[in-house]
């Protein structure tokens, strides 16, 4: 148990610092103002426009950092520091979370199996500890068939979990790809300078290694229970 604890303050740490990484950047590249004088509601717009999806909403929400692109209402939500902003990093996210638009309406394969699990790791990711922890408990202090269903209670958290942990890796190829589909789109329509494309780009870098440490810490906890599930029985 200690060592999964050190183990999840490691990847809490570099969450953090990563997190905290991001945020100083979005701030910096938050001064890099386009030349171009858009703000991330128009560039959003734009790159909506520009790949033929007439359909689909940009609202503001709010919140730093709350971006993101709602299949089900089919909206882009910026968050206000991106929606009225004119600069690189209002940019990116604005092109990103149209990149997510562009998949949908695309029929993206990686969006469309996270889409899927959406409904099964909202009702799951909340309780599969606690169920493989009961399992265990039960397990423990129960012989015979009792043990035995306290053992099948704990394979069946970890089976929840599993789901928690497909969907972390699933959203990688989905956020990597909106990225590069918003650079791409970026550079070709000439909507920032060469110095305001670089901002957009290493902003989006670092948004997205906040999803990787996510599901490594996913994977970690799914390895460490599975081994308490099973590394007891014969």
Known sequence: MTIYYILLGAIALVSWLISSKLKRKFNFYSKVHLRNGMSGAEIAEQMLTDHGIRDVKVVSTPGMLTDHYNPKTKTVNLSEGVYNQRNAAAAAVAAHECG???????????????????????????????????????????????????????????????????????????????????????????????????????????????????????????????????????
Request: glycine content about 10%.
């Open 100 to 234: 997510h638009a562009v998949q949908h309406a695309q029929a993206y394969e990686w969006l469309s199996i996270r889409s899927k699990l959406v409904p099964v790791v909202s009702v799951t990711s909340g309780m599969s500890t606690w169920v493989v922890f009961g399992g265990l408990i039960l397990a423990a202090s129960t012989e015979g068939q009792g043990g035995q269903f306290g053992f099948y209670i704990a394979v069946a958290g970890l089976i929840m979990m599993g789901f928690a942990t497909v969907f972390s890796f699933i959203t990688l190829p989905v956020e990597y790809d909106a990225s590069n589909r918003a650079l791409a789109w970026l550079k070709s329509k000439n909507i920032v300078t060469q110095e305001e494309y670089k901002g957009s780009e290493d902003s989006l870098k670092w948004a997205a290694r906040t999803y990787v440490v996510a599901a490594i810490g996913s994977l970690a906890s799914l390895v460490y229970w599975g081994f308490q599930v099973f590394g007891g029985r014969d």
